[in-house]
């Protein structure tokens, strides 16, 4: 106890050293625990961002790009579903509900969803949360819409608003529906899914703004109003995907070899989670090199206490002469190095979990509503309680060859003048 108030004090008088390398350990923990708590954040909310849905069915192709883009909207379908084929699958004597999925549109840079009322009640997420609206309703006329929590707060829409959907799902389209525009009825609450960077219109509505285009185009020469357009058959041709919930979770294996087997057209379904861990499996590789990097990083903070105190210890040598004249032992300066480099990862280490939970506080708004990522400001987690517990065994370890170098350091050294 005597040795480590002595530390203490001794760390006080060569103070702006010592703080210096306090801050170089505390941002390198900051940047350790920062990267971990994304890295299980993003993790968490990659995985919520669909619960409750036991297949997704496409066009075939492979799993992780059905995936994509039925779920997160990355990309787009090599093939679409024809209406006939899903009537029919959804009359499978295991499956309970249904939910279709039209996509192909945008509106500013944001994905258009065409589907039905009961994605409303269907989709769920985060370990079955249900999602909620934050004003208004779910669409009830064919040119009705509803407004994902970002786009609502991106593009400042409020209900009543009129808004034109455009053709294709870029970011810039130079075809749309100018025509037909929709009425915004309803903005959904935000749930850190891609549900919140979409606009959510009727099936009906995506038919009704395609009347006269023939091969992907308008008819030139045509122009459709609303009026006729609501006077036409909108029952959907194909879709893009759709969303199965089973009766049973023993089903599961059986419907899907049903559906792939399908003769009527080539068809996939693919089981959620299952294929988010595989998708998380092909991103696994940045982040763990991420996680490499920071704690490389720690390392070089490390360093920078190691040369603080070989440092201190070449200029302290009268000092630890006059505690050896004293009665220090040999053991107990090799106690007073090793306390010094125990004290300074630990205030290092303090200092980086204070930063860690200032930056949390200042940016996890932007982070929600801008990138859709949710970081948790919780208690440390054991995987951060593990890695701090080794960044203090780096602390002690790189104060093992100063305290070694005191330890034997002799009464004489100590009083001997160097020329």
């Known amino acids: ?60 192709s492979g799993g992780v790009q059905l995936l994509l883009y039925s779920v997160f909207h990355i990309g787009n379908a090599t093939n679409n579903i024809g209406w006939q084929s899903y ?4 009359r ?94 309803g903005v959904l609450a935000p749930t850190g899914t891609p549900v919140d960077r979409s606009v959510l219109v009727g099936l009906e509505g995506i038919e009704a703004i395609h009347v006269g285009w023939e091969g992907g185009a308008p008819m030139p020469g045509i122009e459709i109003t609303p009026e006729f357009a609501l006077k036409t058959d909108l029952t959907p041709k194909t879709i893009t995907a759709f969303m199965l919930g089973l009766d049973s979770k023993v089903a599961i294996f059986r ?34 090199a991420l996680l490499a990097i920071s704690m490389l ?53 303090l200092l980086g979990v204070v930063l860690l939970y200032g930056v949390i506080l200042a940016i996890r708004s932007y982070l929600q509503t801008h990138w859709g990522l949710h970081l948790s400001a919780g208690p440390l987690v054991s995987r951060e309680l593990a890695l701090l517990s080794g960044v203090f065994a780096v602390g002690l370890l790189a104060g093992l060859l100063p305290a070694w170098l005191a330890y034997h350091r002799s009464l004489a050294d100590g009083l001997t003048v160097r020329l």
């Open 297 to 349: 990083v720690v390392l070089v903070g490390m360093a920078g206490m190691l040369t603080v105190l070989l440092a201190g210890l070449e200029a302290r040598r009268r000092e630890m002469a006059v505690l050896r004249a004293v009665g220090a032992s040999p053991r107990q300066m090799l106690v007073l190095v090793i306390g010094e480099a125990g004290a300074l990862t630990a205030g290092g280490m």
């Open 87 to 90: 009537q029919e699958i959804i």
């Open 255 to 288: 419907v899907q070899r049903d559906i792939n087997n399908y003769a009527g057209e080539p068809l996939l379904a693919i089981l959620p989670g299952a294929t988010l861990q595989e998708l998380w499996d092909l991103v696994g590789v940045a982040e763990r």
């Open 1 to 60: 106890m005597f040795m480590t108030g002595l530390a203490i004090r001794s760390l006080w008088n060569r103070r702006l050293a010592a703080s210096l390398t306090v801050v170089a350990i505390g941002l390198s923990v900051a940047l350790l625990l920062g990267v971990e708590r994304i890295r299980t954040d993003a993790r968490t909310g990659f995985t919520d961002t669909i619960s409750g849905t036991d297949l997704i069915v496409g066009g075939r």
């Open 92 to 185: 499978h004597p295991h499956v309970l509900w249904a939910v279709p999925l039209s996509l192909g549109d945008s509106h500013r840079g944001f994905r258009v969803v065409g589907t039905t009322k009961d994605f409303f009640t269907r989709y769920h997420y985060a370990q079955d949360r249900s999602i909620a609206f934050a004003e208004g309703q779910s669409f009830d006329g064919v040119f009705d819409a509803v407004l994902g929590a970002e786009v609502a707060e991106k593009l400042h829409y409020r209900l009543g608003q009129r808004i034109v959907l455009a053709h294709g799902a870029g970011d810039v389209s130079f075809i749309e529906h100018n025509n037909m525009p929709f009425t915004v009825v």
